[in-house]
């Protein structure tokens, strides 16, 4: 390990808005079963990790917490919880947001398998995936499978909303077709952004807490990762949808796993995913 990684591991410990739980204080086995214990800031990000209560938007995967930061100095009434395994990267966003003394951000290092040990039911009322993995492989490694969705639905206010904002064309569209399998209610989505997506954003808006600072966001805010990939000439994407299901979720039978892992092209896997 490097001497850089190793000096931005002992500045992370003295960040009080960066949370850094151990695997053994969050897993538990239970009749040779594993499964998960409650973290003491579950229900309590504030006041343990926010000052002031006010809606909680969570963003999966966040990287070095540009779109955690951005968000959180745009919109002061709303609070933020950026979420990564890499604490590299997550040093970025965490000594940006102490520097600034930015008392609605707070940033959590862990797996996101692990989510729903750290919220509690109704307390988050959104969840932000920019650029997550598209896992091509693993439909229950998605941040929008089936699976993940029932992990939100347990934290999310009830109609609660998910933004996925990616360049992976394979995401966009399977994304879409579980909204769609699910009855879910979708409130925006567009093939191309930076093109005929901004005008159609601009005149409808999106449901968010954040308002028109959450559209202004889609465009003004470039992460590390987006920058990569429009300088590939990629497309970037953009799609929500309100968690309002009450039944099983279920992964969308007409999906072409096939066909759209084609349409990747050169796109790469940079290992960028919040899970991996």
């Known amino acids: 390990m490097g001497h850089g990684k190793l000096r931005k591991f002992k500045e992370n410990e003295s960040f009080s808005c960066l949370l850094q739980p151990e695997s053994f204080e969050v897993l538990a086995v239970r009749d040779g079963v594993f499964g998960l214990n409650p973290h003491p800031v579950k229900g309590h990000w504030v006041p343990q990790m926010l000052q002031k209560q006010q809606p909680l938007v969570v963003e999966l995967g966040c990287g070095r917490g540009e779109y955690t930061i951005d968000l959180g100095l745009r919109n002061p009434d709303c609070n933020y919880v950026g979420v990564d395994i890499k604490g590299a990267r997550l040093w970025k966003g965490a000594k940006y947001a102490t520097q600034h003394e930015m008392h609605n951000v707070a940033f959590l290092r862990t797996r996101i398998e692990f989510i729903e040990a750290f919220f509690a039911p109704g307390e988050v009322s959104e969840i932000w995936l920019t650029f997550s993995d598209p896992q091509l492989k693993s439909e229950n490694n998605r941040l929008t499978s089936p699976r993940f969705l029932e992990r939100y639905r347990k934290f999310l206010k009830p109609g609660g909303i998910v933004h ?113």
């Open 164 to 276: 996925l904002k990616t360049d992976s064309q394979f995401l966009h569209k399977y994304s879409k077709a579980v909204a769609q399998a699910n009855g879910l209610e979708m409130l925006a989505c567009t093939d191309d952004l930076y093109g005929e997506g901004r005008k159609q954003l601009y005149d409808s808006g999106i449901a968010s807490v954040c308002g028109k600072d959450a559209v202004d966001a889609l465009f003004e805010v470039q992460t590390y990762y987006e920058r990569m990939f429009l300088d590939m000439g990629l497309k970037i994407t953009y799609l929500s949808f309100r968690i309002d299901h009450d039944g099983a979720f279920v992964s969308p039978a007409d999906f072409d796993v096939d066909f759209w892992k084609g349409v990747e092209g050169k796109r790469r896997s940079f290992g960028h995913g919040g899970q991996q």
